[in-house]
C-alpha cells in the first residue's frame, strides 16, 4: 500500500526539484510544526466537555469491551486512537491531560503531512492543465506563490479555525479530507491505480466513523471518481471495488450500533443537533416540552417543583451521564422541519462564516482577480475545471449551514475550496497581470499571517492571565476533592453547566445531579444560600455538591461552603 505514497516521479511531492522551492517548504513546515507546538504547550490546560466524553468511551472501549462502549451519538475513531494512547503510555490523572493533546498534536502533523501530500497533487495537476492547453492562456500564480499560499492557508485553519487544543475529531477528519482530495486529483491525472480505488474506500470508510455525514458523502465522492475515469466499463468495476471496501468497513459498526439504539441507525448525532439547533430543542434536561418535537422516552429526572434541578445518574455511565450519552436522553426525538426557523439558521449561519476573520478578504481578492483577468471566460473555465475538488468542501460547508457553523467544522473545507479556486485561475497574456496578481497575493497573505499571529498570541494571552488555568485548576480541584473525603466513583451534584467539568473525571467521581445555569448575574448566590436547594440535592444521594464562585472577598462559608484549595471551587459535603 505505501506504493501508493511512493510515486515513480518527484513532481508528486515536489514541484521541480527547485532548491528555492525546497527550501521554503522546508521552513513552511517548521513554521507550521513550531506554531502548533507554542499553541499546545501554553494552552495544554484547555479541554471541551466533548473531550471529556470522548475520553470516558476511550477508557470503556478498554475496560468494558467493545460492546458495551458503543456509542450512537459519539463517532468512535478518535476515541479508539486515545484508547491506545491512554493503553501504551498509562498516565496518571494528573497527566491524561498532556497525553490527550499530545495525541492531537500527532493528529496535527498527520494533517500536515496529508495537506502536503494534496497541495503537490494540486500544483502538479495545474502544471499539467498548463501543458495541455491549445489557447494562449496560462496559471495566474507562480508555482512558489501557491506553495506560500496554500501552508498560510492551512495554517491560519489549523490555529484559528479548527484549533489543535479543542480537543475534537474536526482534525482528524481534515487528514482524510485532504487525503481522498489528493487521489481525485491523482485520478482526473489518469495517475491512479487499483490500489489507489481500495485506498479510497478505506479512507471513505474511516471517515464515517469520524462523521456521520459521510455515510451519505462516500457514494458521491466514489460518483465524481468514476466521473473522472471517463471509461465506463473499467470505471464501474473500480467503482464496485471502491464500494465494497467501504461497505465492508462500515457495516460492522452500524450493526452494531443498530443493535444497541434498538433500531437501525448510522448515528444520532445529526439528528439531534438539528432539533436542538434549528427546533430549538435543549441539549440538556428536555423533558419533552414541546410534542411536535416527538415523546420523550427517557427524560432525565426533575426532582425539585420550585428549583430547575435534576437527577440522571441512572442507566448511563460516564463522568457526566447528561452529556456522555445524549441520544439516550433524546430517546423519542422527532425532526420537526420549519422552513422560518431553517432560513433563519440558514442566514445566522452564513452571517457567522462572513464574520470569520480573513474570509471576506479572501473572498475580495477572488473578486479582484476577476475584474482583472481579461478574458473571463477563460477565468471561470479554469476553476470550473477544479469541480471534483470543491463538490465535497462545498456540500459538507453548506450541510453545516443548516444546522451550526463552528469554524473547526468547516476549516479544511474551506482551504480545499479556496485552493482549488485559486490553483484553477487562468488568465491570457499572463505576464501583463501576473506580477501585479502576486504582489496583491502576497499583501493578502501577510494579512492572514498576521491574524493567525494575533489569534495564536491573544489566546495565549487570555488564557494564562488566569492564575488558575496556569495552575492546571482542574486538577487541584480534584485533589482537594480527596483530601475532603471523596471517593472514587461518589456521586457529586453540580450548580452551574456541569459537562466542562473535567475535575470529575480527574477524581474519577461521577456528576449525578445538577442545577443548571439559568442566566440570572445572581443566580448562583442564590443557589448557594437557599437551603431549599441544599435539601433538594441531597434527594439525588449524592455526597456533596460542588459549583464554581467567584466570591470577591465574600465568605460565603456561612452557607456551609468549603473553598477547594486556592481555586473558585467550592464543595458542599452533606
Known amino acids: 500500500m505505501l506504493d501508493f505514497f511512493k510515486p515513480k516521479s518527484r513532481e508528486f511531492f515536489s514541484c521541480d526539484g527547485n532548491n528555492f522551492q525546497k527550501r521554503l517548504v522546508a521552513v513552511l513546515w517548521f513554521i507550521a510544526i513550531i506554531s502548533g507546538i507554542i499553541e499546545v504547550w501554553f494552552c495544554r490546560y484547555s479541554i471541551n466537555p466533548d473531550a471529556i466524553a470522548y475520553l470516558d468511551i476511550a477508557d470503556a472501549y478498554l475496560n468494558s469491551g467493545w460492546m458495551s462502549a458503543i456509542n450512537v451519538f459519539w463517532s468512535p475513531l478518535y476515541s479508539w486512537l486515545l484508547g491506545l494512547a491512554l493503553y501504551l503510555i498509562k498516565p496518571t490523572p494528573a497527566y491524561e491531560i498532556y497525553v490527550l493533546h499530545a495525541v492531537d498534536f500527532l493528529i496535527y502533523l498527520s494533517a500536515l503531512a496529508s495537506f502536503h501530500f494534496f497541495l503537490f497533487q494540486l500544483i502538479f495537476a495545474s502544471r499539467?492543465?498548463?501543458?495541455?492547453?491549445?489557447?494562449?492562456?496560462?496559471?495566474?500564480?507562480?508555482?512558489?506563490?501557491?506553495?506560500?499560499?496554500?501552508?498560510?492557508?492551512?495554517?491560519?485553519?489549523?490555529?484559528?479555525?479548527?484549533?489543535?487544543?479543542?480537543?475534537?475529531?474536526?482534525?482528524?477528519?481534515?487528514?482524510?479530507?485532504?487525503?481522498?482530495?489528493?487521489?481525485?486529483?491523482?485520478?482526473?491525472?489518469?495517475?491512479?491505480?487499483?490500489l489507489a480505488f481500495i485506498i479510497l474506500g478505506v479512507l471513505l470508510g474511516l471517515s464515517y466513523f469520524i462523521k456521520t455525514f459521510m455515510f451519505f458523502l462516500a457514494p458521491l465522492c466514489i460518483g465524481i471518481a468514476l466521473i473522472l475515469i471517463r471509461n465506463l466499463k473499467k470505471g464501474l468495476v473500480l467503482l464496485l471495488i471502491t464500494l465494497t471496501v467501504f461497505i465492508a468497513i462500515v457495516t460492522p459498526y452500524v450493526i452494531a450500533i443498530s443493535n444497541a439504539w434498538g433500531r437501525f441507525t448510522i448515528g444520532e448525532q445529526g439528528p439531534l443537533n438539528y432539533a436542538h439547533f434549528v427546533n430549538g430543542v435543549p441539549l440538556y434536561h428536555w423533558q419533552g416540552e414541546s410534542p411536535e418535537n416527538g415523546i420523550i422516552k427517557n427524560p432525565t429526572r426533575k426532582i425539585s417543583r420550585q428549583h430547575e434541578i435534576y437527577e440522571f445518574g441512572t442507566p448511563v455511565g460516564g463522568t457526566c451521564p447528561i452529556h456522555y450519552d445524549l441520544a439516550y436522553w433524546h430517546d423519542g426525538l422527532k425532526i420537526n422541519f420549519n422552513l422560518k426557523n431553517q432560513l433563519f439558521v440558514l442566514l445566522e449561519n452564513f452571517a457567522k462564516i462572513m464574520s470569520i476573520p480573513g474570509i471576506?478578504?479572501?473572498?475580495?481578492?477572488?473578486?479582484?482577480?476577476?475584474?482583472?483577468?481579461?478574458?473571463?471566460?477563460?477565468?471561470?473555465?479554469?476553476?470550473?475545471?477544479?469541480?471534483?475538488?470543491?463538490?465535497?468542501?462545498?456540500?459538507?460547508?453548506?450541510?453545516?449551514?443548516?444546522?451550526?457553523?463552528?469554524?473547526?467544522?468547516?476549516?479544511?473545507?474551506?482551504?480545499?475550496?479556496?485552493?482549488?479556486?485559486?490553483?484553477?485561475?487562468?488568465?491570457?497574456?499572463?505576464k501583463e497581470y501576473s506580477r501585479f496578481a502576486n504582489v496583491t497575493l502576497i499583501s493578502i497573505l501577510i494579512i492572514i499571517n498576521a491574524l493567525t499571529c494575533y489569534y495564536l498570541i491573544s489566546e495565549i494571552y487570555i488564557l494564562n492571565r488566569d492564575p488558575n488555568f496556569m495552575n492546571h485548576e482542574q486538577w487541584e480541584v480534584a485533589l482537594s476533592l480527596k483530601q475532603m473525603g471523596i471517593k472514587e466513583g461518589d456521586k457529586v451534584g453540580f450548580i452551574g453547566s456541569s459537562p466542562k467539568e473535567y475535575w470529575a473525571r480527574l477524581a474519577k467521581v461521577r456528576i449525578t445531579a445538577d442545577m443548571p445555569y439559568m442566566g440570572d448575574a445572581g443566580f448562583k448566590r442564590y443557589a448557594i444560600s437557599d437551603p431549599d436547594v441544599i435539601r433538594t440535592f441531597s434527594k439525588a444521594r449524592v455526597k456533596a455538591i460542588v459549583t464554581k464562585f467567584v466570591s470577591n472577598g465574600e465568605d460565603i462559608s456561612i452557607y456551609g461552603w468549603r473553598r477547594l484549595g486556592a481555586t473558585d471551587y467550592y464543595i458542599y459535603l452533606y
Not at 364 to 393: A, H, N, T
Not at 397 to 417: A, D
Request: proline share 1%.
Open 128 to 194: 499539467k492543465d498548463a501543458s495541455d492547453l491549445s489557447d494562449v492562456s496560462n496559471n495566474l500564480f507562480s508555482e512558489t506563490i501557491m506553495i506560500i499560499l496554500g501552508f498560510s492557508l492551512f495554517i491560519w485553519s489549523s490555529l484559528s479555525l479548527i484549533k489543535i487544543i479543542s480537543a475534537t475529531p474536526d482534525m482528524l477528519f481534515s487528514v482524510f479530507l485532504f487525503l481522498f482530495s489528493a487521489i481525485l486529483l491523482r485520478i482526473n491525472i489518469n495517475k491512479a491505480s487499483y
Open 360 to 430: 471576506l478578504l479572501i473572498l475580495y481578492s477572488i473578486l479582484l482577480f476577476y475584474l482583472i483577468s481579461g478574458d473571463k471566460r477563460v477565468f471561470v473555465k479554469g476553476i470550473l475545471q477544479r469541480w471534483y475538488l470543491m463538490v465535497i468542501p462545498a456540500l459538507i460547508v453548506f450541510m453545516y449551514l443548516l444546522i451550526l457553523i463552528t469554524t473547526r467544522y468547516i476549516g479544511s473545507s474551506i482551504v480545499i475550496l479556496f485552493l482549488s479556486i485559486f490553483s484553477g485561475m487562468k488568465i491570457v497574456d499572463a
